[in-house]
C-alpha cells in the first residue's frame, strides 16, 4: 500500500517535472551564474562578421524570423540534413539562408568559455538582435532559455508565410503563433534589411494575372524597373534587388515604400489592405520612434515561441 502511494507520488512528480520543463520560462538573468559573458561573446562575433560583410545582420535576422516560425524557437533551422531526413535549411523558402558559420562561431567561443550550458536557439536570438542594434536599429534585453529541439524537417517549411500571401492569410499564419496584426505589421518591418532574388516577386512582375500582366497595387515605373532588374529569361544567377533603399539600415523607409506601393513582395504591399494595418503603416512611416518601440515588442514575443528540449554541442547537430 504505502508502496503504490510512493509509486504514484513518484509518477506524479515525473508528470509535474515533465510539464513545467515544457512550459516556457525565460528569463532576463538565465546565464548570469553560469555563462555571464555570452551576450558579450555573441555581440563581438556578429560585430566581427558584419565588419567583413554589410549582408550578415539582414541573414540573422531572418534566420531568427525562420526558426521560430516552425517548431518554435528551438534552432531547428540551423541543423544539418542527416542521412534521408532532409532538414529546413534545405527545404525550398532557403534561398539567401546563410550566415550560419557565424552561428557556429560563437557556439565555439561560448563553448570554450561555459561548456553545455548555452543553448543555439538563444545565440541565433542574441545575434539577431545584435543584428538589428548594429545596424542602427533599437537595442532591448532578450529573455533567455530556450532549449535546442532535435527535430528539424525541410518539408516543415511550407509552414511558413509566403511572399504572395494575402493579409487574410498573413493574419492567420501568425495568429497561429499567437501574434497579432500589429505583430504583423511591427515584424514585416524587418524587410527594412537585406535582400530579395527575384523569384520571390516574380509572379507580380510577370503573367500576375488573367488581366494583368503586371500587379496593379505595385507603383508602374517601379515594376518596370524590376522587370528589367528581373526579366522573363532571367539568365543572372543571383538576380534581384534590396529591400528597401537603405537595406543596411534598420530604419522606417519601408513603410514609406509600401505607402508609395513599392513593396517588394505582395505580403508587404497587403499590409495596405486592412483600416487596421494601413494606419499602423501610416503610423511606423511617419514615426521611426513609434516603429522601434512596436518591433521591440514584436521581438520579443516572437523569440518566445516555445520549442526544443536540450541544449546542443553542435549547432548543426542534435546530441
Ligand atoms: C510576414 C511574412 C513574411 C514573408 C512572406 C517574408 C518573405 C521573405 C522573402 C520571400 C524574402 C526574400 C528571400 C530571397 O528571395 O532571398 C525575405 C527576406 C527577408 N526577410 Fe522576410 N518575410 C516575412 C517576415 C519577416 C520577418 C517577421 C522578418 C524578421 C523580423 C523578416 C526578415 C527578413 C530579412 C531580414 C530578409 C532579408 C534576408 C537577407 O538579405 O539575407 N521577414 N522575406
Ligand atoms: C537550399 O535547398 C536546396 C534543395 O532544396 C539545396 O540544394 C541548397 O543547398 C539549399 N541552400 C542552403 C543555403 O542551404
Ligand atoms: C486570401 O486567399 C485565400 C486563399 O487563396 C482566399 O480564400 C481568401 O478569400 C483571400 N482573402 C482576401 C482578403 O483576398
Ligand atoms: C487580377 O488582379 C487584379 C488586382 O488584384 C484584379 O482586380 C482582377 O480582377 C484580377 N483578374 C483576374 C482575371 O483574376
Same mark, same amino acid.
Given at each position: 500500500?504505502?508502496?503504490?502511494?510512493?509509486?504514484?507520488?513518484?509518477?506524479?512528480?515525473?508528470?509535474?517535472?515533465?510539464?513545467?520543463?515544457?512550459?516556457?520560462?525565460?528569463?532576463?538573468?538565465?546565464? =548570469?551564474?553560469?555563462? +555571464?559573458?555570452?551576450?558579450?561573446?555573441?555581440?563581438?562575433?556578429?560585430?566581427?562578421?558584419?565588419?567583413?560583410?554589410?549582408?550578415?545582420?539582414?541573414?540573422?535576422? !531572418?534566420?531568427?524570423?525562420?526558426?521560430?516560425?516552425?517548431?518554435?524557437?528551438?534552432?531547428?533551422?540551423?541543423? /544539418?540534413?542527416?542521412?534521408?531526413?532532409?532538414?529546413?535549411?534545405? @527545404? $525550398?523558402?532557403?534561398?539567401?539562408?546563410?550566415?550560419?558559420?557565424?552561428?557556429?562561431?560563437?557556439?565555439?567561443?561560448?563553448?570554450?568559455?561555459?561548456? @553545455?550550458?548555452?543553448?543555439?536557439?538563444? #545565440?541565433?536570438?542574441?545575434?539577431?538582435?545584435?543584428?538589428?542594434?548594429?545596424?542602427?536599429? +533599437?537595442?532591448?534585453?532578450?529573455?533567455?532559455?530556450?532549449?535546442?529541439? !532535435?527535430?528539424?524537417?525541410?518539408? =516543415?517549411? #511550407?509552414?511558413? $508565410?509566403?511572399?504572395?500571401?494575402?493579409?487574410?492569410?498573413?493574419? %492567420?499564419?501568425?495568429?497561429?503563433?499567437?501574434?497579432?496584426? =500589429?505583430?504583423?505589421?511591427?515584424?514585416?518591418?524587418?524587410?527594412?534589411?537585406?535582400?530579395?532574388?527575384?523569384?520571390?516577386?516574380?509572379?507580380?512582375?510577370?503573367?500576375?494575372?488573367?488581366?494583368?500582366?503586371?500587379?496593379?497595387?505595385?507603383?508602374?515605373?517601379?515594376?518596370? %524597373?524590376?522587370?528589367?532588374?528581373? $526579366?522573363?529569361?532571367?539568365?543572372?544567377?543571383?538576380?534581384?534587388?534590396?529591400?528597401?533603399?537603405?537595406?543596411?539600415?534598420?530604419? /522606417?523607409?519601408?513603410?514609406?515604400?509600401?505607402?508609395?506601393?513599392?513593396?517588394?513582395?505582395?505580403?508587404?504591399?497587403?499590409?495596405?489592405?486592412?483600416?487596421?494595418?494601413?494606419?499602423?503603416?501610416?503610423?511606423?512611416?511617419?514615426?521611426?520612434?513609434?516603429?522601434?518601440?512596436?518591433?521591440?515588442?514584436?521581438?520579443?514575443?516572437?523569440?518566445?515561441?516555445?520549442?526544443?528540449? =536540450?541544449?546542443?554541442?553542435?549547432?548543426?547537430?542534435?546530441?
Amino acid at each position: 500500500m504505502a508502496l503504490a502511494i510512493m509509486v504514484t507520488l513518484v509518477l506524479n512528480l515525473i508528470l509535474l517535472f515533465s510539464v513545467v520543463s515544457t512550459v516556457n520560462s525565460l528569463s532576463f538573468n538565465y546565464y =548570469e551564474k553560469t555563462c +555571464p559573458d555570452v551576450e558579450f561573446i555573441v555581440a563581438k562575433t556578429v560585430k566581427a562578421a558584419t565588419a567583413v560583410d554589410k549582408t550578415v545582420p539582414a541573414a540573422l535576422l !531572418r534566420l531568427h524570423f525562420h526558426d521560430c516560425f516552425v517548431r518554435g524557437c528551438d534552432a531547428s533551422v540551423l541543423l /544539418n540534413s542527416k542521412g534521408s531526413n532532409k532538414a529546413e535549411k534545405d @527545404g $525550398p523558402p532557403n534561398v539567401s539562408l546563410h550566415a550560419f558559420f557565424i552561428i557556429d562561431n560563437a557556439k565555439k567561443a561560448i563553448e570554450a568559455t561555459c561548456p @553545455g550550458v548555452v543553448s543555439c536557439a538563444d #545565440i541565433l536570438a542574441l545575434a539577431a538582435r545584435d543584428a538589428v542594434f548594429l545596424s542602427g536599429g +533599437p537595442g532591448w534585453d532578450v529573455p533567455k532559455g530556450r532549449k535546442d529541439g !532535435r527535430i528539424s524537417k525541410a518539408s =516543415e517549411t #511550407i509552414q511558413l $508565410p509566403s511572399p504572395t500571401f494575402n493579409i487574410s492569410q498573413l493574419q %492567420k499564419s501568425f495568429s497561429q503563433r499567437g501574434l497579432s496584426m =500589429e505583430d504583423l505589421v511591427a515584424l514585416s518591418g524587418g524587410h527594412t534589411l537585406g535582400f530579395s532574388h527575384c523569384s520571390s516577386f516574380r509572379n507580380r512582375i510577370h503573367n500576375f494575372n488573367a488581366t494583368h500582366d503586371v500587379d496593379p497595387t505595385l507603383n508602374p515605373s517601379f515594376a518596370a %524597373k524590376l522587370k528589367s532588374i528581373c $526579366p522573363i529569361k532571367n539568365q543572372v544567377k543571383n538576380a534581384g534587388t534590396t529591400l528597401d533603399a537603405s537595406s543596411t539600415t534598420f530604419d /522606417n523607409t519601408y513603410y514609406k515604400l509600401i505607402i508609395q506601393r513599392k513593396g517588394i513582395f505582395s505580403s508587404d504591399q497587403v499590409l495596405l489592405d486592412t483600416p487596421n494595418t494601413k494606419d499602423l503603416v501610416s503610423k511606423f512611416a511617419t514615426s521611426q520612434d513609434a516603429f522601434y518601440k512596436a518591433f521591440v515588442k514584436s521581438m520579443i514575443k516572437m523569440s518566445s515561441i516555445n520549442g526544443g528540449q =536540450e541544449v546542443r554541442k553542435d549547432c548543426r547537430v542534435v546530441n
